[in-house]
């Protein structure tokens, strides 16, 4: 009953970027999965909502040389020094002690956009539209996701919705504990090479877990000392140095998305 | 027509000429509420902020004005505190511009976030590490202190003195002024320190973040030095400009020249720290995070002479001017040197505020620039009118500057 | 300045306070009749025994399925089976037409709070009564009351305006799942309950 | 007390009633509500509540055809992944599909027929009754027989069954012509009827047996062959597996194809055939394929005295294919090699549907070099497949024949009825037109949405949305073996809606029902015995046998399952005559090898060259939800068609701007694009998405359409994979 026997998770990801085929399909599960609404006529890449958002990067040679690498960028769940959690006046944003989730309330937020300016990997976005789906479509919406109204912030928390829901099934059972398998987030589960892996970090059993150790494995920006949990994977070394500027520096060659 | 408001002893203009002044600035305050109904009705849309630019003009100029309206507490503090008389033929000046830029300041705050009616939420359910927590309260405290302060000098007006309660009120609350000088620089203190921090702790910024100094980022402490460097600059210059624009003499030459002295070694002091800070970082705030330093000057538009401007040309030179007496004495010197700290003060909030957000910070990313959209513009026009406005009001028919009728008596 | 026992300035005190505490919260909220009279009483009675899980199920993954639907109510109500008028309108007017009763849900809470019933029931151990109160023997259904502005159910705020509760079941704000979980040490984070 | 109030008795009763507001609940309730009311206020939409079920269907975007699995809130779906152990899709979507439940919502749905007029670049449109389209019809079906021109049938998705009752109706109809996109396995079937001693049938590819696959444009790794096949692939790249598929892709687009290749080769537009030319030439010349295939394939690989198929390929040396293809000698040369030393390998050539086909030729020469790869030998990939059985009354001899566009002389056309309840390829509008009779022709369309096509009818008839219709899916390209399964709804279809068969029957005097027509087809599946069923409840693949009785098989198909036939076990024996049956094949072949890529061409130098593409599910009319806005506008991910990309050389030498706008223009027409830079892009060529925008909210007006291919000259048009334009700053 009490926390004591709750198990302390840290919910991350690996993301393998040499799997990565820059399709999409994550960036539109997540969408859909999360109620995110469809853009306005004049929207555009720095307006718009995407929880998650596949970069394209290229490692800066010309034609025909050019190597292209996708980024699928979401909030990095950043554990220390959490640069949103912090920064926002009215405590909208928060990390979630037994899961290590970077929450976001967009009930409790005012919009004043500090924690926007605080994230280094640009993960939150703002309602700068009242949210509208087609006539018709909110039948279509996820029970589970609130849709936001105009003027507040979101971004990605792990699809919490599929949380509760897992922790519903195993109370249905009287447990307190889920079972991993109920809890995917969207994009996991609709990469169609598997490319990101998803649990808990704690767990050494897991893959995730696994992943994360492995020599492959970077993670952005990660001199900032926020440590994110959010593992990119690539053998590529060009892919490798674009985890920070200085690493970047390293090599000739300019780098740019 | 309005002459039986007008203080006793001084010489006002023609009350159409008066409303001939406001009508432009009346117009510019309708644009302006025009500009900021549309902000508040449809959404920040209106704005060309975004997503990656989620901070623009409004917070650039917010954080300008909050440290030129800074002297209002500088100036209360050394005149009610540390009794520097000097200071008493500025001081109810100093608190209406204060006032302004505080109120204006706020006021914008409320068009910039996107759900002003839940504002109250940071009384509410505050977030104490946060520096906007910290800001949002010292500003709607200091703001209250303002309205008391500005309270005697509106009950200063003849005709509101006829109502002996007034009066007798009026007198109260002058009898309370040190508290709320003591309480204003204490509240300003931290609100311009953490207007600093606002940014100092963005550790996801290198640009931006400073090591910590106690529990304050450098940036915290450097705010409240060039704060303090800009507030008598600022009301020097408006003086000056109000001596202009109604062809009177407000103020002795000594009181101005005493301003631009404390101007001077305000910021002497604040360009020593912030060289000081600024090595700091270079070497090795910025680089133990990943960010080589020199990268932030890698664009044509942001080069080093950013740095070399803000340091040495709106900074150390204004201040050796300052310094020197025989400057001091001449007009002009010390008219162009207060210009001149104040371009450096706003130069340092906009290199702040403004640069940060157009330096990427992942590796891909690009280099943002940023326009206001015709609707940021108005509803800060909507503050600088209303500023105005508010001013020529006070300037009117309060007593603003004390000496005025002893210098028209000299004349 | 005001002088005390001034009568202008406690005649407008006075009249303030009846209308913040009299008039006020009848302006507030809208009374609504359900579209159908429900007695709990007569259904867990003795003459039907029927327990609260017999129709507030919990399906296999654990979601409460609230109200009951029209098929569960058909199972025994196909035809009028007692003599009640609400009875006989219930039949006429949605059994027999297929329609769903567009009940107006006094524990309803917004979209944007997750509260799962198995948690607390099944985990937690906690009784219908703690926060339904003695709903689920009541003879009949009171008036809904919703809030002209927030559109949530009175039962939301409580009955009396000023907040103050006298009973556990009194309140569905925020503050009072906070307040349990806190006495209870239970999960506390804003995502545990918002979605 | 004297009643005598003054104005100061007025100013305490207010400050009064301020202090006593103060201590009742109204400001502080008030403030809470209208927090409150911020949060949940009525513009903000409700999510539904009600019971949660899971059903299965199966996608009918394109044509892979996956499997679909719903999760639904009262019976509207709401979130869709693969199905699990589909043989399609193995439980992956792509993007279009996993918001593909949003298209019943799409802004541009019509809800009745409608008449449409275009304006100055907007469309309107007037609500019209079914039975006046009807009697349109009719009369313009009068006049289409004898002088007054044909009848065409435009279908958007060939190979339904539905497509065959059309086909079926317009066999019966004096001057009916039943009419599709041109694609690249189309012309291949032509070919190989042209070519092949006994005809040989729909080609299939058995990719697991693939170790380099050679890819002439073709979207091998994005949507040519279904995930099922391309996944395991993509999962391998970039490792050091030994096994892993390698794949080559020869495109002059720097495509996602070519991003995700373990190698890419860029060559100049247009220039396939050579290339496939000279490769084939240096696998002869260094004797790297096995003698006696050649021989007993080929029967015109060396006749002396006459024109061979040596003597064509003995002119493509690598130093001429280079000049012609721009790709390196080196590179033609150590190509050829690797293919046949790292086999089994197989050559695709199957242009990407915005980019329209490669063309007979080129699909020739890369035949060729299938066969020197003895791709099509019993170990090879190459395979014949069987179509799934149809019923009876449908066989080939009963069906009117399938028509390219260009053999349809111009102003011919006086009645076009076009079914686009099923988008797939692209036609250019431009080329349409031009076969219509001038001022007296009729054009129908059957549409859900007033997009793609539907914007240049006269009159549209709404079809039901995806989801909501009843369709069939045939074979995909890339598949092995016959495959069928069935798209039932998951939704219900509003009102008004008519299914395309029904007007086309109407249009035919006959009756026809989608459901009827698709019965007695699985019914016919279900007659022969043959192949297995994937039941998509369970995940399991059952032997059809252990079915009981078709109306099992239909139970299982409409919800989520897929019928695939058994493989063909033995290959029996084919000739290829390169040279033979048409007399000027020789010549044909040579010209196009020789053909001189428009990136070279003789126009004046200020031209560049422009690349069309796109998807199949996405460019052959709107099939996108309005939620892709996530991925053009809001990420850049999928360019807009109104972003033409260059290479920043080029753009430089046009004085072009990376993020300004420009001003594209052929003879037919300009149009206004942004500019974007792209090192990896080909010098002197834009690369340009054709097809729709996602329409994320509706304005007040229809706005036409902007779609690269209607720059397309109608008179050089096919194929129409690059054609030049000028680029200058708008």
Known sequence: MDQATVKQSRYGMAIDLDRCTGCGACLMACAVENNVSPGRPTVNERTGTTWMRVIEVQDGRAFPAAETAFIPMMCQQCEEETPCVSVCPQNAVEVDPETGIVGQIPQRCLGCRYCMTACPYHARYYNWWDPQWPEGMEKALNPDVAPRMRGVVEKCNFCHGRLHDARAKAAAKGSREINPTDYIPACVESCPVQAITFGDLNDEAADVARQAKSERAFRFLSRLGTEPKVYYLSGRSWVQRLADRELARSKKETVHG | ?411 | MIKKGSPGFWSGFGVALVIGWLAFPRILYRSLEQPVQFSHAIHTGETVGMTCDGCHTFSNDGRFAGIPTLVQCAGCHADVVGETEAEEHFVKEYIKQRREVPWHVYARQPDNAHFSHADHVNVGGIVCERCHGSHGTSGSLRPFEENRISGYSRDIWGANISGVKSNAWEGMKMNDCVACHNENNHRSACLDCHK | MPLTLTRRDILKFVGGSIAGIMVTPIPWKLLDDVSIWTQNGPWIPKVPRGALTTSFSTCALCPAGCGVQARCVNGIPYFLSGTRNHPVNNGTLCPSGVAAHHLAYHPLRLKTPVQVTRGNGTIEVRPVSLDDVLRKISVASGNSTGAKGSLALLDQRPGRTVSLFYRKQLARHDHGIYLVSPTDPILITQCLDEMAETPFGPVGYHLENVRTILSFAAPVLDGWGTPAQTSPMLRTRHSSEQNAVKVIQIDSRHSRSAQLADQWIPLKPKTEAALAFGIAHVIIRDGLYDKRVIGRRIPDFNIPGKHSYSDLIGRFTPDHTSELTGVSSDVIVSTAHSLVARGPSVAIGDGDSGGGPLGKEAEIAIWGLNILLGALESNGSIVQRREAPVPEGFSSKELSPVMGISAIPDHSIGLLLIDGSDPGDPLPWSLLERKLIPRQSLVVACSPTLTGLAQHAQYVVPTPAHLEALTDIPTIVSSATATFSISAPLLKRPEGMTDAIEIMAKVFETEGSMEDLLKQRTSAIFATRRGCVFKAGTGTTVPITELGSPDEFWTELTAGGMWTDDPIRSKPFFQFHFMGRAPDAYQRMLDAGEAVSPLDGPLTPEMLTVLPYGRRAEVGGAQLSPLMTKLYQESGLHRSSKVAVLNPATAKKFDLVHGEQGILATACGTQKVGIRVDAAVMPGVIEIAAGPEPIGQAGNEIVQEQNILELIDPDQALPWRAFRATLRKA
């Open chain 2, 1 to 411: 027509m309005d002459k039986h408001l007008i203080t006793r002893g001084v010489q006002r203009s023609p009350f159409w000429k008066f409303i001939l002044w406001i009508l432009p600035w009346g117009m510019l305050l309708g644009w302006g509420l025009y500009g900021a109904y549309l902000c508040l009705a449809e959404g920040l849309n209106q704005t060309n902020m975004d997503n990656r630019f989620a901070f623009g003009l409004w917070i650039y100029l917010d954080l300008t004005v909050i440290a030129f309206g800074a002297g209002a507490f500088f100036t209360g503090f050394l005149l009610y505190i540390l009794k520097r008389h000097e200071l008493k033929s500025v001081i109810n000046s100093a608190v209406v511009l204060g006032l302004i830029c505080y109120s204006g300041a706020i006021a914008v705050l409320m068009v910039d976030v996107g759900q002003p009616l839940r504002a109250w939420f940071t009384f509410w359910h505050p977030n104490v590490h946060s520096m906007l927590t910290e800001v949002t309260f010292c500003l709607t405290c200091y703001l209250t202190v303002l309205i008391l302060e500005y309270a005697p000098i509106v009950l200063k007006n003849r005709q509101i003195r006829k109502i002996p309660s007034y009066l007798v009120f009026e007198f109260n609350l002058h009898k309370l002024m040190v508290v709320f000088a003591g309480v204003g620089a204490f509240l300003s203190f931290f609100h311009q320190g953490s207007l600093g921090g606002l940014y100092g702790v963005l550790r996801g910024r290198p640009f931006a973040f400073r090591e910590e100094l106690g529990i304050w980022p450098s940036t915290f402490f450097l705010f409240i030095l060039s704060a303090m460097a800009a507030g008598p600059s600022f009301i020097l210059l408006t003086t000056w400009l109000v001596e202009k624009l109604s062809r009177k003499r407000l103020v002795k030459h000594e009181t101005l020249s005493y301003l631009g002295k404390l101007s001077g070694i305000m910021l002497t002091v604040y360009i020593l720290f912030k060289s000081i800070d600024t090595l700091i970082w270079i070497n090795s705030t910025s680089p133990s995070s990943g960010f080589p330093a020199f990268e932030y000057y890698d664009r044509a538009a942001f080069g080093t002479w950013v740095l070399f401007a803000e340091v040495v040309v709106f900074g150390l030179l204004p201040a050796l001017l300052l310094l020197r007496k025989r400057f001091r004495e001449h007009r002009g010197w010390l008219i162009t040197s207060a210009v001149f700290v104040l371009a450096g003060v706003a130069l340092n909030r906009f290199v702040l505020t403004i640069q940060t957000l157009a330096l990427p910070t992942l590796v891909f990313d690009e280099f943002l620039s940023y326009l206001p959209s015709w609707q940021e513009v108005a509803t800060f026009s909507l503050v600088i009118a209303y500023g105005v406005v508010l001013y020529s009001v006070s300037f009117r028919y309060l007593p603003l500057f004390p000496q005025e009728r002893e210098l028209a008596q000299s004349y």
